[in-house]
């Protein structure tokens, strides 16, 4: 059942059009056509957006985003251009706020797979499939695959959840030559993210990433290939939205992984696990809302994705 959500209402901001409201960020436009994203400290658990903030969560996606679009630029752009406070927006904008090219998004959610978990767990306990791609008998919960795998998923609306589909579908949707660019360019984008976050004893269990291409490079859902930007070239790629944080990505600690049961994770499990105890008093499968969350949870959860990134990063957060 899909959950009601409770989004507040977004701010208005001389010079910027609002765009569009999401779970986490709110998008305008600015007077030069470009998009301004701003990550709030919004969460969301089992399709609600939740009552309760978690301090510092959106400048934590913002920083740890731009971190990653650095040490990913020889494989991918992507659609930063400034983080630079538009005239006249509030300064608790400041740290979470992103001037970003626009693109013509693809209608994918891009997934790379490297362990067992979420999803693809219980479609391999049901099929010994993860999208339609046939593994190998006896994973269990946690276990490395035996290469990584791309398994995509349609991008659902606010309070939907995703639907994973097979590459077939993809090739479908955007044209075989497409698909398989953003195949290639996910697997690369997470072999070099598994390997940086290994280097500083984490697993990168999966991660998903949202990709476009800049106006008029193609149109429709024509394959990509077909309708280059000029004679010669393939439209480009870019990566956008958010890139390998808490919020889109698996990260468990190395020294602790163990297949076979659930792996302590950096994200917001904490919350979950509140919410589907019984000190919540929440009935999921009801459609009421969530209620607000405690105190210690916020703080337990805030810590998880402020010691993500200091691990990532080797940075302290401030």
């Known amino acids: 059942m899909s959950g009601f959500v409770t989004v507040p209402e977004p701010e208005q901001v001389p010079g910027l059009t609002h765009v569009h409201t999401g779970k986490v960020r709110d998008l305008y436009r600015d007077g030069d056509g470009n998009l301004v994203m701003v990550a709030h400290d919004r969460i969301s658990a089992y399709d609600w957006v939740l009552p309760t903030e978690i301090p510092d969560k959106g ?5 740890l985003s731009l971190w990653w679009f650095e040490r990913l630029a020889d494989l991918v752009p992507h659609h930063v251009i400034s983080t630079e406070l538009p005239d006249a927006a509030p300064a ?71 639907e994973n589909v097979t590459y077939e579908d993809v090739a479908r949707t955007v044209g075989a030559e497409t698909a398989a660019r953003l195949r290639h360019l996910t697997l690369a984008i997470y072999g070099r993210a598994k ?24 149109a429709g ?14 439209p480009r790629i870019v990566l956008a939205d958010e890139v390998l944080t808490p919020d889109s990505s698996r990260f468990w600690p190395a020294d602790d992984w163990q297949p076979g049961r659930a792996q302590t994770a950096f994200d917001k499990q904490y919350v979950r696990d509140w919410l589907t105890s019984p000190a919540s008093g929440w009935d999921r499968a009801a459609d009421t809302p969530p209620p607000p ?12 994705y402020i010691e993500a990134y200091e691990r990532l990063t080797t940075l302290t957060w401030r």
């Open 195 to 218: 390997e940086i976050a290994l280097d500083r004893g984490l697993v990168l269990a999966d991660t998903k990433f949202e990709f476009g291409v800049e106006p008029g490079e193609a």
């Open 92 to 162: 608790h904008w400041k740290g979470r706020t992103l001037v970003c090219r626009p693109l013509r998004m693809l209608p994918v959610e891009c997934v790379a797979r490297g362990y067992l978990a979420g999803s693809g767990l219980v479609e391999y306990r049901q099929s010994r499939t993860v999208c339609g791609i046939a593994l190998p008998e006896g994973l269990e919960e946690g276990s490395e695959l035996p290469a990584p795998i791309f398994t995509p998923a349609t991008k659902a609306e606010v309070g939907e959840h995703d």
């Open 59 to 63: 400048r934590i996606l913002t920083q």
């Open 293 to 304: 969350l405690p105190d210690e949870v916020v703080e337990r959860t805030r810590a998880k």
């Open 221 to 234: 859902t024509a394959d990509l290939a077909a309708e280059p930007a000029a004679v010669g070239e393939e």
